[in-house]
């Protein structure tokens, strides 16, 4: 079997080693529950005030402003749910993740009005296009700081500014922007951003929810008065520490040079991919010059063959990947996020994306340039009608 590389970290990612160690006496010696008065509960709460410490500092924000939850479906749920009644209007993009999608499209169906935003061909939502849906009733923004697919940077900050002006509240779902770029609520002017710590090298089911000290929002959860009221549910210790520690570890990444690297890595397999014959970048200007992206994300079309078979014969030689198309009720669709960027169906189907870990290494990469032009040869050989006619 070859060594196995991974390259699909917008979908999830490894713990590190250093927050499963800070995670494992939660489980083990120190399991109390935060809420308890003896030591046990205390040891406890203690590690859940010192991650509310680090995520303020995370955030720029104070501690009070930090909602621990299970993640960036609940944040951008909660946002979404908690601040928006019949009668008032939303605003949000195409390209959304479905945690903010099906959230819009509930409310939809109880009296709350929704426009969607379409991008750019490059993939980015402008604060114009967000400013010209803008009407007397709409009470909240949601947009994206960073896209899952295409690893495009939205411009927050204008948009945060448009926000301000028109004193509308505003969501970011900045799940794929956490640990690739600084966050600070403050220059950005949101009201609400969601993170996730699974996508950030912590674990599953745990996130956080910045927000903004006097945001009325109602609580999804209701039952104890955890999170001061603001979301109901024993915490979840060991999960919560292991957020911090990810959310640590992400600030001293982007601190010491570690993203760089990581970036040069992603171009350095860009431009590799991109030699190959018949293949593009999703997410540039129409002269070519590529978008602000995430870091570790790149997002490439291949004319001539189905993006399913790449990623399967790229999974065969050890390479994990995702296709721009998603399987929902057994179909698979071609992916919302390009067909929204105006790319055609059939190279939306045959795109791939690759995000890489933050320990991604120099050998990796080239590694996957010598395993790629053989997948695409051979897949381009047996079928070279086949991509035309799937359309
Ligand atoms: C993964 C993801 C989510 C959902 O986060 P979970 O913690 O998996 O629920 C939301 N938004 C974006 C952009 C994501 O990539």
Redesign the pocket.
Known sequence: MPVRIYMDA?ATTPLLPEVVEAMYPYWVENFGNASSIHQDGQKARQAVDAARHTLASFFNCSEAEVVFNS????G?NTALFGLLRPGDHLITTSIE?S??LQAAQRLALRGIEVSYVDPEPSGIITPESIGKAIRPETRLISM?LAN?ETGVLQPVQAVGRLATDHGIFFHI?A??GAGKVQIDVKQIGCHLL?I?A??MHGP?GV?ALYVRRGTPIEPLLVGGSHERRRRAGTENVPGIVGLGKAAELAMKSLADGTMDQVAALRDRLEKGILALPDTGLNGQLPDGTPVLRAANTTNIWFDNLEGEALVIALDLKGLAVSGGSACHSGATEPSHVLMAMGINKTRARASIRFSLLKTVTLEEVDRVLQIIPEAVAKLRSISPAMAGTLG
């Open positions: 917008n993640g960036g479906t609940e951008d993740h945690a903010v994206m899952n779902d799940v794929q969601s996730s699974h996508k599953k996130g």
